[in-house]
Nanobody, 125 residues
Framework: QVSLVESGGGLVQPGGSLTLSCAVS????????MGWYRQAPGMQRELVAG???????NYADSVKGRFTISRDNVENAMYLQMSSLKPEDTAVYYC???????????????????WGQGTQVTVSS
């Protein structure tokens, strides 16, 4: 059983900063890519930022230059530093991990997706 727990969300004023954390625990053979997604009310879930096992990153155009994603491969953790926050950044933020659940899955290249429960980020004055 793999568990992802997000933390760090909250209420912040426009222009402020927050750092989200995602802790991965449980039995997972290898974590490949990790990412942060968000979903605002009435909207589809969208990719905010992703990071590969080698540290290559990608960002949604709307957050480039303001958000920074990072990961700790030893602690199986991921972070999202958010600055210059805008009201349109308000959403539930989800942690996502793609990886191999076992050596058997790794050998047959069967990748699984894991999700956290989400953490609310509200940007408002």
């Amino acid at each position: 059983q793999v568990s992802l727990v997000e933390s760090g969300g909250g209420l912040v004023q426009p222009g402020g900063s927050l750092t989200l954390s995602c802790a991965v625990s449980g039995s997972i053979y290898r974590i490949n890519s990790m990412g942060w997604y968000r979903q605002a009310p009435g909207m589809q879930r969208e990719l905010v930022a992703g990071i590969t096992s080698g540290g290559r990153t990608n960002y949604a155009d709307s957050v480039k230059g303001r958000f920074t994603i990072s990961r700790d491969n030893v602690e199986n953790a991921m972070y999202l530093q958010m600055s210059s926050l805008k009201p349109e950044d308000t959403a539930v933020y989800y942690c996502n991990v793609a990886g191999f659940g076992s050596l058997f899955d790794s050998r047959r290249k069967y990748e699984s997706d894991y999700w956290g429960q989400g953490t609310q980020v509200t940007v408002s004055s």
